[in-house]
């Protein structure tokens, strides 16, 4: 890949993420195909398995953000025909629904600690 011009780079590096994606490829059966295909070496093998999950790594992220998006404009016009409609229910499930998706807890939960025998010692305990 390293000869190669850019073309050919781009075009070798997306077989083989086509192969990691169709044959659901982990490390080992990757670099074994590479470097049988290509004959390298298995150093150079990985540094082309690193850049392919780069890329693979990247196209899944940029997926769950639009996701993420899609469904906190969904969430928004919920919220805003809730408003309209004067419904708080709906208004407050989609608040609630917008917080956990921002990483925000609105439930509250009940938290029960009991203790049976419980000894503190502050400092030294000798009377003088």
């Known amino acids: 890949m390293a000869k190669a011009n850019k ?3 781009v075009q ?3 077989e083989c993420i086509d192969y990691i994606m169709d044959n659901r490829s982990g490390w080992s059966q ?3 195909w590479y470097m049988e ?3 390298a070496n298995r150093k150079y093998a990985n540094v082309v398995w690193t850049k392919a999950w780069e890329i693979i790594s990247e196209d899944f992220s940029d997926s769950i953000k639009q996701s993420v998006n899609q469904t906190m404009l ?3 016009r919920l919220k805003e025909n809730a408003i309209q409609n004067e ?3 709906v208004w407050l499930e ?3 629904y917008q917080n956990k998706i921002r ?3 609105v439930e509250r939960s009940q938290v029960d600690v009991t203790v049976k025998d419980l000894n503190l010692q502050w400092g030294s305990t000798s009377e003088n």
């Open 7 to 9: 073309i050919e780079n």
């Open 12 to 14: 070798n590096l997306q």
């Open 30 to 32: 990757f670099t074994s």
């Open 37 to 39: 295909k290509h004959s």
């Open 74 to 76: 969904e969430l928004e």
């Open 87 to 89: 419904d708080r229910r």
């Open 94 to 96: 989609t608040v609630k």
């Open 103 to 105: 990483g925000g807890e």
